[in-house]
């Protein structure tokens, strides 16, 4: 075996590992896009999964890079949070239809909580239903 010969197998073998790398370029484009699919269904599985176990909607949301920019690279899951239950167990609130205007009035006795974060005047929500109430 000559130089020659060893300088001509040696091209070879290079140009033909040059033409095999750019052949699995494309391959791996695919498969990050492919992956990024699956990560994305995991999340919107996750979220209807969640929904369905706390009863509560729940979702994903996708942050932009920028407000410019159309596109994101964070997803996060996300929910409506549980209703306000109260910090004390002593409040209580009453509440009747008032005829006169076909809405609900709430009297609160708020009388055992100390941080007074229930006030006359403020809008409630029994239940998590329907619209709030004046009390």
Do not use: W
Not at 12 to 33: H, N, Q
Not at 99 to 120: E, F, G, I, Q, W
């Amino acid at each position: 075996m000559t130089l020659v010969e060893l300088l001509v197998v040696i091209t070879i073998m290079v140009v033909m590992l040059g033409l095999s790398a750019t052949m699995f370029k494309p391959a791996g484009e695919s498969r990050r896009v492919r992956e990024a699919a699956r990560e994305v269904a995991v999340y919107l599985s996750s979220a209807r999964n969640r929904a369905i176990e706390t009863g509560r909607p729940c979702g994903v949301m996708f942050r932009r890079l920028s407000p410019t920019m159309p596109c994101a690279m964070t997803i996060d899951q996300c929910e409506v949070p549980p209703p306000y239950g109260g910090d004390t167990e002593g409040s209580m609130a009453m509440v009747q239809m008032n005829s006169a205007t076909s809405m609900l009035d709430a009297t609160l006795d708020a009388s055992d909580d100390p941080y007074k974060l229930l006030r006359n005047s403020d809008q409630i929500q029994f239940n998590h239903q329907g619209s709030g109430t004046r009390s």
